[in-house]
């Protein structure tokens, strides 16, 4: 399974921002899919996660309402959508599929496959 993350960039702050994931080699609808991201001088930390069936989402506490996972099934890619970016949301962020069939996964370790990361940076 290989994943490319894309859609970073420098944006300014308050506005939106969507992330995408393309998954190639591998069957999209048997894992869960996920978005982490590392800020610079910091632990890589969870963002969001959606279920292989889509029908199940689990969002980070800082979240609060900004940030939107979704999948298109046809096109096996994964989005993050970020509203009202803040400086704070700057990270590079990295996609991941997790071997869960149904499930979400918030753990690092429960990913099997990572991209190499899209870099966000906002600017006030």
């Known amino acids: 399974v290989q994943l490319q993350a894309f859609g970073g960039g420098l944006v300014q702050a308050r506005d939106s921002l969507r992330l995408s994931c393309a998954v190639s080699?591998?069957?999209?609808?048997?894992?869960?899919m996920g978005w982490f991201r590392q800020a610079p001088g910091q632990q890589r930390e969870f963002v969001a996660t959606i279920s292989s069936t889509g029908l199940s989402e689990s969002y980070a506490d800082f979240v609060k309402g900004r940030f939107t996972i979704s999948k298109d099934d046809a096109k096996n890619t994964v989005y993050l959508q970020i509203n009202s970016v803040k400086p704070e949301d700057t990270a590079i962020y990295y996609c991941?599929?997790?071997?869960?069939?149904?499930?979400?996964?918030?753990?690092?370790?429960?990913?099997?496959?990572w991209g190499r990361g899209t870099l966000v940076t906002v600017s006030s």
């Open positions: 991941a599929a997790a071997a869960i069939v149904g499930g979400t996964a918030v753990e690092e370790r429960e990913y099997d496959f």
């Open positions: 080699r591998g069957t999209f609808t048997r894992y869960a």
